[in-house]
Structure formats: C-alpha cells, structure tokens
C-alpha cells in the first residue's frame, strides 16, 4: 500500500528531484495519474502541486502534451 502524502511534502519531494537534477531541466513528468498513484493522493491533490509549482516557475503545463520541468537560466 502506497505511502499518502500531504500536498506540501509532494511539492517538496518534486523541487528535490528537479533540484538535484534527477528531473533535469525539459524533462517531461509522469502522467497526474501515475503520480497520484506514486504518492498515494488523488489525481485533484497533484492538481495542486502542478499547478502551485508552475506558480513558482518550477514547472510549465502544455495543453494536451504534459508538464515540464522548466528551462532554467
């Protein structure tokens, strides 16, 4: 059984990886799907995260494509 996890901790866990470069700049994230079943949380919580992460600039959506690490100076 997967482990659930609280929007802000999954907001954490995503700005670790890109930062770390495991999700390098471009890269493409998991569907919503497969990361709410990676975290444990409903496809609305990783909603959240995307959305409040592109907020930040961390990430991009592209309509019908996905969500992307965003390209970094």
């Given amino acids: 059984m997967p482990v659930r996890y609280d929007y802000r901790a999954i907001m954490e866990d995503i ?13 493409k994230l998991p569907t919503p799907r497969e990361l709410a079943a990676q975290y444990g949380v409903s496809a609305a919580t990783i909603r959240k995260v995307t ?16 969500v992307f690490v965003t390209e970094r100076d």
């Fill in 15 to 27: 700005q670790g990886k890109v930062a770390r470069s495991e999700w390098p700049a471009g890269f």
């Fill in 51 to 66: 959305d409040n992460l592109q907020l930040l600039g961390v990430l991009e959506g592209h309509q019908g494509v996905g």
